[in-house]
């Protein structure tokens, strides 16, 4: 994880510190503890000036201070991972690495062809000096954050980073759309003195026919929230960057489409042993295996791909007191957050402990009575296949007090899964860490910062997921030392978050909801939108959040093989709606989780992070996911 920012002015009056607000400096320093520097590159005419800020979260091989700038002056900021693609060995940093490979392009079409080899999460600012180029963009899925700003046609002034904070001005931030990678001609705009982007997209194949109609469609797409004064153009050898996944297989079997609902074999009240049926089946236990052996490698990937301090090579198990976590988990103790927790207890090594960052907001008692009185759902997972909550009655009173939330859903089922997995792995130190949010620090912390690294977000639901992620991935919290509550901070860097699997594998409710009017067509459609605006919905400002704690946010279920596995699979495979929820949704990730040893948890139902951290019941029961936030527009008078 890295902040990355960049500052270009066309013959402007102001100078380039009159663009690059100090509080920007300052998130971008909390996204790169490690490393922080400035470079000012001035044409040799004076046309243009750029300036490269790079604040660095040193995660793999040697430290590698940022902006990296060669002999022949090419200037380069990454913040990314290089999971497969290019080759990157155990002791290289990936920053040196790919700015090596980038020296080495001659040609636009070397720099497309080697953005399309890449597998990982990333975006980059790279200046080439022998054209006058400057090249940025976000991988396939924008699991990086990358924001544009563009002054007004008086200034032609350009600037990116990877977080920013409101403005009052007119100049908003926008987020750069994760549809390709894109180029400036730095003299070229110098010259007409107005701003011109040129646009290299993301396609299946670059011998699609119709290719000039889906040029057309994603300059409109990309350009429709531009200034006037600002163009876009597509490049004119018509280059495009392969992408990294394949299509969705949409495949839908006369067997398979039944009506919904028709599936009266299956009881409703689920239970785990409803699982053990469908893995009877050899075609379908072959195609499990399958997932976990690509989801496992996955994950592998992003928990060894870090650095190590030299004392946590043996495979000693450490004491609670002594043992250090380089990775730690967003735990809700459903099905995603398990499968990825059980699958690090693989590659993790043995003597080190692995965090269980589980946040839960304190509801008032009143509000906790009546969500107690609800009639419980039918499809409900039944409550003795879950752990019951502790009790807080015998603990210290300032702890009982930041714990009376023992209640929220999230908190008890995480408990639950931890005692699964410690029951897979006995030998492990878990560390599940009980985040315990009161109203008047939720309201604090997003006053200070949460708005900002929400923006340009600005919804609801914005709100509750981003304030969420933002107080479980820092961390902070208690954990139960031989029986003794204890205040503890996670000091992992790497954080593995379930994000993925509810969008490739129909775990909304939104999706039942298009099954029953569309089936699995409607449903195959949705399926494959979600996945082309997860960039725009949820990753850009869920990096911004995670990395705000000089954190680094990795994806197992966005890895490039995992969803290509998934797409290749038709929908049947994957899901079956016509069966109760805890079991329909997600169905072949269930089966999984059932193989890895994992019980009641392989059954419970999508509990949505505002929902099960009880956040969206804290200040406002009469708002929609998708308004405007109130709470996140006062920031902007009272903090600028």
Not at 11 to 40: A, E, V, W, Y
Not at 168 to 190: H, M, R, T, Y
Not at 558 to 572: A, K, N, R, T, W
Request: glycine share 6%; aromatic share 8%.
């Amino acid at each position: 994880m890295c902040g990355i920012c960049c500052v270009v002015t066309l013959c402007s009056q102001h100078t380039l510190h009159d663009f690059l607000n100090k509080d920007i400096l300052c998130l971008l320093r909390r996204r790169g503890p490690d490393s922080s520097q400035q470079l000012i590159k001035t044409a040799s005419d004076l046309s243009y000036e750029c300036l490269f800020s790079g604040h660095v979260l040193h995660l793999r091989g040697m430290m590698t201070p940022q902006p990296l700038e060669d002999a022949d002056n090419n200037i380069f900021l990454w913040n990314g991972e290089i999971f497969s693609g290019v080759p990157v060995g155990d002791l290289e940093n990936d920053t040196e690495v790919m700015f090596r490979h980038l020296t080495l392009c001659s040609s636009e079409a070397d720099i497309v062809s080697l953005f399309s080899s890449l597998q990982g999460p990333w975006s980059f600012i790279y200046y080439q000096a022998s054209r006058h180029s400057l090249w940025f963009g976000r991988d396939y899925f924008g699991r990086r954050s990358l924001l544009w700003q563009f002054s007004n046609e008086v200034d032609s002034a350009f600037c990116l980073t990877s977080v920013s904070v409101y403005s009052k001005s007119s100049n908003q931030w926008q987020e750069v759309p994760a549809s390709g990678i894109f180029k400036i001609d730095l003299n070229a705009c110098a010259t007409t003195n107005s701003l011109s982007l040129t646009l290299f997209p993301w396609k299946y194949s670059c011998t699609e026919k119709a290719a000039e109609e889906i040029f057309i469609n994603v300059l409109d797409q990309v350009s429709k929230d531009f200034p006037k004064h600002i163009r876009l153009m597509m490049n004119e050898s018509k280059l495009c960057l392969r992408a990294p996944v394949i299509p969705l297989n949409k495949t839908i079997s006369e067997i398979s489409d039944e009506c919904p609902g028709s599936n009266s074999s299956i009881s409703h009240t689920v239970s785990v042993e409803t699982l053990q049926g469908f893995l009877a089946e050899e075609h379908k236990r072959k195609i499990v295996h399958r997932l976990i052996d690509i989801l496992g490698e996955a994950v592998k990937k992003r928990v060894l791909s870090l650095f190590r301090d030299e004392d946590q090579k043996t495979r000693e198990v450490p004491s609670m007191t002594n043992g250090k976590a380089y990775v730690a988990v967003l735990f809700s103790g459903g099905i995603d957050s398990m499968v990825i927790a059980a699958l690090a207890d693989r590659y993790v090594p043995l003597g080190e402990p692995i965090d269980l960052l589980n946040v839960a907001f304190m509801v008032k008692e009143q509000a906790k009575q009546k969500g107690a009185t609800k009639k419980q759902n039918s499809w409900e997972v039944q409550p003795d296949l879950l752990c019951p909550p502790q009790s807080c009655k015998d603990l210290d009173p300032k702890i009982s007090a930041h714990l009376s939330c023992c209640a929220v859903p999230d908190r008890i089922s995480s408990r639950a899964g931890l005692k699964e997995l410690e029951a897979i792995n006995p030998s492990r130190t878990w560390n599940f860490v009980e985040i315990t949010v009161t109203l008047e620090e939720l309201k604090k912390m997003r006053q200070q910062c949460i708005n900002h690294l929400i923006y340009p977000l600005d919804t609801v639901l914005d709100d509750s997921i981003g304030c969420a992620i933002w107080f479980a991935s820092r961390g902070e919290g208690f954990i139960n030392n031989q029986g003794e509550l204890i205040p503890y901070k996670s000091p992992a860097k790497v954080v593995l978050t379930g994000i993925g699997a509810d969008e490739q594998l129909a775990g909304y409710s939104r999706h039942r909801v298009c099954f029953r009017k569309s089936g699995l067509e409607g449903l195959n459609k949705e399926i494959e939108m979600e996945l082309d605006r997860i960039s725009s919905r949820n990753l850009g400002r869920d990096d911004r959040i995670i990395g705000d704690h000089g954190k680094e946010a990795r994806f197992p279920f966005l890895d490039e093989d995992v969803v290509s596995f998934l797409s290749s699979l038709p929908i049947s495979e994957k899901v079956d709606l016509s069966l109760p929820r805890g079991i329909g949704e997600k169905l072949i990730l269930r089966l999984a989780a059932k193989e890895l040893g994992l019980t009641a948890s392989t059954i419970l139902p999508k509990r949505a992070i505002q929902f099960g951290s009880r956040i969206a019941k804290l200040e406002s029961n009469s708002e929609k996911a998708s308004d405007a936030c109130s709470r996140l527009k006062l920031f902007s008078a009272e903090n600028l």
